[in-house]
């Protein structure tokens, strides 16, 4: 008898915990159908973290923004991870961007992750993964970020100073090698930006492409939350916290506290003559890089003008109303 009294005990205890606790997932289940804020998150919370794509443009400060990245990944508590392409240059084979996006899948169950590395856009969802990334960017004026890159291949960067570059011992200025007709000061060397946001296909790659140029607008437009612009640095960091807490929570605190802005400087760098860059304008290639480069920014102008703007009024721009059937 007293065994079974004991047992009885046992089991009216466990019943009142099961009790407690599905009349707490029941409370949860009201709240969730009654605010779609609450809605939205437990969504998230089933379809996993987020995962953040950032295809990085070569010599457009992307080193700095990933420095802001590294440094915070910690407290925020996500992963980052780079992907470094082997064979194409800046181009993921179709297997490899599905093992990647596999990959992606898999990590994003555990944490937030950021995944990096200099290759060309390319949609998960063609690939029939169900990930949603976000992708961020950023971008330069062409014939600037064509410099940068020319006099780096010779003086490297005042970081990694004892690293021997393909070019090193060349002292041959940008102008120089303009009159020469140089292959390292090709026109055609600029065409990377419109390319990094088309996409693989073989066409993203012809310079000059009229398509190219098309598709990258429309994958800017459609697939990428925030594209800044090198020139405007500081303000893209400030935005990037706005928009994504979850990867960039802290950054300003982080930047007023070490003047990271900037983490790499090319060594040397030499101011190019006019007479080279009216040259450089006149070639198709410049005018489609250039007209990509001045949609990105007033895309990213909009951005930051809003963000702003709702960070300096502290409130949301909407509210929700009318929604039947009422919360009990």
């Not at 009885?8 to 009654?34: D, K």
């Not at 779609?36 to 996993?48: D, F, I, L």
């Not at 993921?92 to 060309?120: C, I, K």
């Not at 026109?187 to 930006?193: F, R, S």
């Amino acid at each position: 008898m007293k065994y079974t009294v004991v047992g009885l005990a046992a089991v009216l205890g466990t019943l009142v915990l099961l009790i407690i606790h599905l009349q707490g997932q029941l409370e949860q289940l009201r709240e969730t159908l009654a605010s779609p804020v609450a809605w939205s998150r437990e969504v998230a919370r089933e379809e996993g973290h987020p995962i953040l794509i950032y295809n990085r443009v070569p010599k457009t400060g992307s080193t700095s923004l990933m420095n802001v990245a590294y440094e915070l990944q910690a407290q925020n508590r996500f992963r980052v991870v780079g992907v470094h392409v082997t064979q194409f240059k800046h181009q993921l084979t179709l297997q490899d961007q599905l093992e990647v996006g596999l990959n992606m899948s898999l990590w994003a169950r555990e944490s937030p992750v950021l995944y990096h590395g200099h290759f060309a856009h390319f949609p998960l969802a063609r690939l029939g993964l169900q990930a949603r990334p976000i992708y961020i960017n950023l971008i330069r004026r062409p014939l600037d970020r064509l410099v940068s890159h020319y006099y780096f291949l010779r003086y490297g960067d005042d970081v990694l100073t004892s690293k021997v570059r393909a070019r090193e011992g060349d002292t041959t200025s940008f102008d120089d090698c303009v009159l020469q007709g140089g292959p390292d000061c090709d026109p055609k060397k600029m065409w990377l930006q419109i390319p990094f946001f088309c996409g693989s296909s073989p066409q993203c790659w012809e310079p000059g492409s009229e398509w190219a140029l098309a598709r990258a607008k429309a994958h800017l437009q459609d697939h990428y939350l925030l594209v800044g612009q090198t020139e405007e640095l500081v303000e893209m960091y400030t935005v990037l916290e706005l928009l994504l807490p979850t990867f960039f929570k802290g950054a300003g605190e982080f930047l007023k506290s070490s003047g990271k802005e900037h983490i790499k400087h090319t060594r040397h760098k030499e101011g190019v003559h006019q007479e080279t860059v009216a040259k450089m304008r006149k070639t198709r290639v410049w005018k489609l890089e250039n007209d990509f480069y001045n949609f990105a920014a007033k895309h990213f102008q909009s951005v930051k003008k809003i963000a702003l703007e709702q960070k300096s009024q502290g409130r949301q721009f909407y509210n929700f109303e009318k929604i039947r059937p009422k919360p009990s």
